[in-house]
Structure formats: structure tokens, C-alpha cells
């Protein structure tokens, strides 16, 4: 069965430090992958994703993320965190062309704590 | 980009009881799902709702324990039938942009704890 792993459960990093929180996935077809956050009391959202073309992609508030096809990962980053990047990041799988929501399947998702 | 209204955000309930979650999405989507987080773990699909017909149920969630109702293109309820301690989760209703195929939009989540 398909699976996601996140390789951290809580991080903790002082303001400035450089960010990267890590996603492998397992499934050998074609796939779409996002990154969503949960800042604290608001609900989940996106904050990139790739579907095809430059496996390097960029999404809100400096983040981007690699895909790395051949490692089956997609890891994020981010150069400098900052305070309000506080949140819980959760990577996803959508398996198959074109699917659905249907067929997205999460990680258990890092929290990132970020001290001033 | 959908915006998704969930209640109640939070309740605890009692053992053997049932809770009904409510989802208002302010925009006509064909698909709404929903989505459980049990504590330290992923969100997962139990199941997705499509107006006008039975709800599509995954692998190890069942009707007559998560009734779902989809009474028109903007609403759908969750029920938590018969609950016990273990029921007790995150419960999250989302809907897809159909010119975002795959990519979710959620509500804010009802934080159910059952004692």
C-alpha cells in the first residue's frame, strides 16, 4: 500500500536558522505532491505543490521543495524561519494521473517550533 | 478557493452516544470528504460524499458507524454512532477544487474526545 513517511516529529529551531523537513513517499507511478500547513487555531491549507515540470517549487511565505523523482522524496525548505512559521507541516501524496482528492494520502505531519 | 465552516469545533462526548458534525462549504462542489486524525497520526479518509447518492466508504470505516448525509451541493454531516474512548479525533470535512485536481481545501476541524 502507498505510504508517506515524515521523517520528524517535532523540530525546534531559533529564528533565523534554515529549515528542511523531510517526505518520502512510496509509489512508483505518477504522482502529485503538496505541502500543507497548520498555523495554530486555523485550519489546514496549502502551501505548494508540484504536478509536473521543475521539480523545484516554490509556495507562499519563502518555502519551496524539492522532488527528487529518483528518491522518491519531496522535501521542504525554507532558508531562514521565522517565529510565525510555527505550525504543523503535513506532506501529501496524490497517486495516479489526474486523481482525485480522493486519493490523497498524508503523513503524519512535522511540528515546527520556532523560538524568538 | 473554498472557504469551509465546521461545527462544533469541539465537544466531549459521553460513551455511547452520537455526535453529528456539520459541514458548510460557501461555494457548489460535486465531492466532500471527510477525514479522521487520531492523535499522533495521519489524517485519514473515511469517507467521500457525493450529492444524490450513498457515500463511498474506505477500507475499515462503515456506514453504521459513520453515517453521512450530502442533502445538496453545500452541505454534508458526519455522525460518530455508538462512541467509545477510541472514537476520539480530529474530525475534518474537505472539498476539492475541480480546476485543482487534488489539491483540499479543509474546515477547521471538530475535536472530538469521548470519556
Known amino acids: 500500500a502507498q505510504s508517506v513517511s515524515q521523517h520528524n516529529h517535532h523540530v525546534i529551531l531559533s529564528e533565523a536558522a534554515s529549515l528542511e523537513l523531510g517526505c518520502n513517499y512510496s509509489?512508483?507511478?505518477?504522482?502529485?505532491l503538496f505541502w500543507y500547513v497548520q498555523y495554530p487555531g486555523q485550519h489546514l491549507q496549502l502551501l505548494l505543490k508540484?504536478?509536473?515540470?521543475?521539480?523545484l517549487v516554490k509556495g507562499i511565505k519563502g518555502f519551496e521543495a524539492e522532488f527528487i523523482k529518483s528518491k522518491f522524496s519531496f522535501n521542504l525548505r525554507k532558508p531562514s524561519v521565522q517565529w510565525s512559521d510555527t505550525a504543523e507541516y503535513f506532506c501529501?501524496?496524490?497517486?495516479?494521473?489526474?486523481?482525485?482528492?480522493?486519493?490523497?494520502?498524508f503523513g503524519k505531519g512535522t511540528k515546527l517550533s520556532v523560538k524568538p | 478557493s473554498a472557504v469551509i465552516s465546521q461545527k462544533p469545533s469541539r465537544d466531549i462526548c459521553q460513551r455511547g452516544t452520537s455526535l453529528t458534525i456539520q459541514c458548510q462549504v460557501d461555494?457548489?462542489?460535486?465531492?466532500m470528504f471527510w477525514y479522521r486524525q487520531q492523535p499522533g497520526q495521519s489524517l485519514t479518509l473515511i469517507a467521500t460524499?457525493?450529492?444524490?447518492?450513498?457515500?463511498?466508504?474506505e477500507s475499515g470505516f462503515v456506514i453504521d458507524k459513520f453515517p453521512i448525509s450530502r442533502p445538496n451541493l453545500t452541505f454534508s454531516t458526519l455522525t460518530v454512532s455508538n462512541m467509545s474512548p477510541e472514537d476520539s479525533s480530529i474530525y475534518l470535512c474537505?472539498?476539492?477544487?475541480?480546476?485543482?485536481?487534488?489539491?483540499?481545501?479543509f474546515g477547521q476541524g471538530t475535536r472530538l474526545t469521548v470519556v
Open positions: 474537505s472539498v476539492e477544487d475541480v480546476s485543482r485536481i487534488g489539491e483540499a481545501f
Open positions: 509509489y512508483g507511478g505518477t504522482v502529485n
Open positions: 508540484y504536478f509536473s515540470g521543475d521539480p
Open positions: 501529501a501524496v496524490n497517486v495516479g494521473y489526474g486523481g482525485s482528492q480522493g486519493n490523497l494520502i
Open positions: 461555494s457548489q462542489v460535486t465531492m
Open positions: 460524499a457525493n450529492q444524490g447518492s450513498e457515500a463511498t466508504y
